[in-house]
């Protein structure tokens, strides 16, 4: 169990307009930090005013990369509670980014009582407005001043976090979604199942090409054959073909999603039939043309479902459930938010009252 001192904040931030949450943009009162020595391991944590800190320009992160990075939220109930969403899935994954990284490990429940404690430090920040959350930024760094490719002996581990609105500003409502066939993301061996920020800057380039056609996600194809779907920029993905509900099977380049799981265990718990294996875009398009494919949606920590309504792939542009939400997607979207909203009971575990 961490010893985490607290050091009170002397001035305290104006918090934003609930009505005009932007994703990512305002930061709370206080943050997490608790530094690795080698040899001394994960010491001195602490929750602090959140603030600047200085960093040398020779820190390993910016020239070599090794860091990390989780999203999770913490949700305010009708009665004032503030929950978390299945946080020991964030942990194990932490962990998981960590080994394929070379960064050290983090007690799995050290990681929950530092998101507990940071969340309790600013639970004034969480919204309570329909629809708003607290985002939970949790990151590791590489501090070492060098120049040499070699894992670090000084990380630092922090805890943002942020109150935020709609991940898109679409809300619920279907997005169209490009499919990438010129560049790849990540490749089975590499660190495509890390959450880790080179994994996002290789999809820039596609970003802003679908951004400037009109679509507001890519969805990337394997970096071998460049024909089976893996996942969307922020999101899993997900096809109803023929009443069956199938994606993509983890195969070592696609992120292990909370919501992925999540998903995939409510939809047995309602006998709704679901599939992970391998499956390529043709598959998709011939679904669409023979009217079998159902419904597509992303799922993820930020949006929860993002329905699609419209993909682009090659010069063929199939338009999904007549651009609507499909009735799943929408079950499903209900359920997930009752339940971190605590509006509604889930599996045994799922929610952890701060």
Not at 7 to 17: G, M, R, V
Not at 255 to 277: A, F, I
Request: with cysteine; charged share 25%.
């Amino acid at each position: 169990m961490l010893n985490i001192q607290f050091i009170e904040a002397k001035t305290f931030k104006e918090k934003p307009d609930p009505d005009n949450l932007v994703f990512g943009t305002v930061f709370t009162d206080y943050m997490f930090t608790m530094d690795y020595v080698s040899k001394k391991g994960w010491i001195d944590p602490r929750i602090e005013p959140y603030q600047e800190f200085l960093i040398s320009p020779a820190a390993m992160v910016f020239h070599y990369g090794q860091e990390m990075f989780e999203g999770l939220k913490a949700y305010k109930t009708k009665d004032d509670n503030i929950l978390l969403f299945r946080p020991d899935m964030n942990a194990k994954r932490t962990n998981m980014s960590n080994r394929r990284l070379c960064i050290p490990e983090i007690d799995e429940d050290d990681f929950i009582q530092a998101v507990k404690a940071v969340v309790a430090a600013n639970k004034d920040w969480v919204p309570d407005k329909a629809g708003t959350t607290l985002y939970i930024r949790p990151f590791i760094i590489a501090m070492d001043p060098f120049l040499g490719v070699r894992p670090a002996n000084h990380y630092r581990f922090m805890i943002i976090c942020s109150p935020v609105g709609a991940y898109y500003p679409e809300g619920i409502n279907p997005v169209k979604i490009y499919i990438e066939d010129e560049y790849v993301r990540a490749v089975k061996g590499g660190i495509g199942e890390a959450k880790t920020g080179g994994n996002y800057v290789a999809s820039m380039a596609s970003q802003v090409k679908a951004h400037d056609m009109g679509y507001s996600q890519v969805l990337w194809l394997d970096g071998v054959h460049r024909k089976y779907i893996e996942e969307v920029g922020a999101m899993n993905i997900f096809f109803k073909i023929d009443g069956i509900l199938v994606t993509p099977k983890l195969n070592g380049s696609i992120l292990h999603g909370v919501t992925r799981d999540s998903v995939l265990q409510l939809c047995k718990l309602w006998n709704v039939p679901t599939c992970e294996r391998q499956i390529s875009i043709d598959e998709i398009y011939e679904a669409y043309q023979s009217g079998k494919l159902e419904e597509v949606f992303g799922t993820g920590t930020a949006a929860v479902i993002s329905p699609v309504g419209g993909l682009l792939w090659e010069d063929k542009e199939m338009v999904v459930n007549g651009g609507k939400i499909g009735e799943l997607s929408q079950k499903i979207y209900d359920t997930l938010t009752g339940i971190q909203s605590g509006k509604m009971e889930g599996p045994k575990g799922w929610v952890v009252k701060v």
